[in-house]
């Protein structure tokens, strides 16, 4: 089974920029996704409608230590609204890791991973559970994601 390549844990990247939080538009304006770096656990936690997204097996909060948002076309089938999503095509993607993001891309080969590549290189993941966040590409890509902040949480 395919897998994702892991960086050492200890390794801090020294060219990303600083973000310490970030906030995913999706086209429901009544559902809001945050997420904010814990510098101690180094993971994101995820935040939705401004509350701590727990987990309903444990209460633990949810976190990732590697979110990728991605770029998809979607295209709406019905008048319920239900949709197709490109995942194989690839696109525009940012990697948020470590209270960083890098902007890049997203492929995927026919029986693969989502891999998030900048420079025609695969960026490593750290070890830990990684989310990958879908967001249309229209009206862009960059109209859905919303990133800063120098410092993570404590």
Known sequence: MPGYI????????ADGEKAAEFSINYLLKSYKVDYKYDTKRQTYQRYVNDKPHLDLNNDN???????????ADHKVLDDVGRLQIDVELGGEALLFQRGQVTQGRWSREPGDVIRFV??????????????????????????HVVYGGADGTT
Do not use: C
């Open 118 to 143: 900048r420079d025609g290189k695969e960026e490593l993941m750290y070890p830990g559970i990684t989310h990958i966040l879908v967001v249309p590409n229209a009206p862009s890509f960059s109209s």
């Open 61 to 71: 909060p949810v976190e990732a230590a590697n979110v990728m948002v991605i770029g």
């Open 6 to 13: 892991f960086n050492n844990p200890d390794y801090i990247p």
